[in-house]
C-alpha cells in the first residue's frame, strides 16, 4: 500500500496547489504522510456525516472539493463545528485532502466533468488560465450541444444529468429559445456573467445565482439562465477525480480502493411549491 505522502503526490499532480486561488486553502489538513493508505473516500464536502462515512467505511483518506478552514483559526478544539470534524477524523485515522480551485481550474476539472454530465461538448475555458500554454486550464467552460434543443428540453436534460436535490434546477428565459452553446461553471458561478456575455453563448449553467446578479445579467444580454445546486454541480467531478487516481494506482501497483460518497450535502432538504398570487397590501 502506498503511504499518504505518495497519494498526495499523486493528487497534487493531478491538481497542483499552484493552480488555487490565492485567497483559497488546499493541501493537506490533517494526516500523518508516513501513514499507510488503503482506502481513499471522495466527497464535495468535509462534514461530520461524511467524515462518519469515512470512519465507518475504514478509510486512510478523505479527499474532498470543498476546505474545511478557508480562513485561518487559532484553534481546533471539539467545541467548535470544525474542530469536531477535526477531531473525528483523528480518531478515526483518516486524514483529509482538499483540491478547491485547483481542481476547478485543471484540465480536466470540475467543469470539464459537469459538460461531461450534461453531454456536452468541451471548446475551451471561458477563463483561460495565463500561465496554461495549450489554453485548456481556467475557470468554466465554453461548450456545445450535440444538437440545438429548446431551453425547456435544455433544462430537463441538466436536470436528469445531476444528483437529485430538494432545490431542483431554476430557469431564466425563454422555454422555447434554441440552445446550442453553453457556459458551465461548477459551483457559485454569477461572478462570471461578463465573460458569459463575451463568449456568446446562449445558455449558462451554475449554482448560487443570487437575485439582482441574475436579474441584471439577464436583461443586459438575453442568456438563458440554468442554476442548480451548488453541491450537485461539483459532484461529477468526485467520478472524475477517482478514475484519475485509480488510474495512476494501477500505473504504480498500489493496492488502493477509491469510493464517491454518495451523501447529499446540499444544506436545503425540502422544497414547497408556491401557488399563491403575489397581493397588493
Known amino acids: 500500500m502506498p503511504k499518504l505522502s505518495e497519494v498526495i503526490t499523486a493528487l497534487e499532480e493531478l491538481y497542483p496547489p499552484r493552480w488555487a486561488e490565492s485567497w483559497d486553502a488546499v493541501g493537506l489538513v490533517c494526516g500523518d504522510p508516513q501513514a499507510e493508505v488503503r482506502r481513499v473516500l471522495l466527497a464535495v464536502d468535509p462534514l461530520p456525516a461524511v467524515a462518519h462515512e469515512a470512519a465507518e467505511w475504514g478509510a486512510d483518506l478523505l479527499f474532498t472539493h470543498h476546505p474545511l478552514y478557508l480562513r485561518g483559526t487559532t484553534s481546533v478544539a471539539a467545541t467548535s463545528f470544525k474542530g469536531r470534524v477535526v477531531h473525528q477524523l483523528i480518531r478515526s485515522g483518516t486524514a483529509l485532502h482538499v483540491a478547491h480551485t485547483n481542481a476547478d481550474h485543471a484540465d480536466p476539472g470540475v467543469s470539464d466533468a459537469l459538460a461531461a454530465a450534461i453531454g456536452l461538448t468541451v471548446l475551451g475555458p471561458l ?59 461548477g459551483g457559485s458561478g454569477d461572478s462570471f456573467f461578463a465573460e458569459v456575455r463575451a463568449a456568446g453563448v446562449d445558455a449558462f449553467v451554475t449554482a448560487d445565482l443570487r437575485h439582482h446578479p441574475a436579474s441584471e445579467a439577464f436583461a443586459a444580454e438575453p442568456v438563458a439562465l440554468v442554476d442548480a445546486a451548488h453541491w450537485a454541480t461539483e459532484w461529477p467531478w468526485l467520478g472524475q477525480a477517482a478514475r484519475e487516481l485509480d488510474a495512476i494506482a494501477e500505473k504504480h501497483g498500489w493496492e488502493l480502493e477509491t469510493r464517491v460518497s454518495t451523501l447529499v450535502t446540499d444544506p436545503w432538504t425540502a422544497h414547497a411549491p408556491m401557488s399563491t398570487p403575489a397581493r397588493q397590501p
Request: hydrophobic fraction near 40%; proline fraction near 14%; aromatic fraction near 2%.
Open 127 to 185: 477563463v483561460p488560465d495565463p500561465t496554461d500554454p495549450a489554453g485548456r486550464r481556467g475557470s468554466g467552460r465554453i461548450c456545445e450541444l450535440p444538437e440545438p434543443e429548446p431551453l425547456s428540453a435544455f433544462a430537463a436534460r441538466v436536470a436528469a444529468a445531476l444528483p437529485a436535490t430538494a432545490t431542483g434546477i431554476r430557469v431564466a428565459g425563454d422555454p422555447d429559445a434554441v440552445i446550442s452553446r453553453v457556459v458551465v461553471s
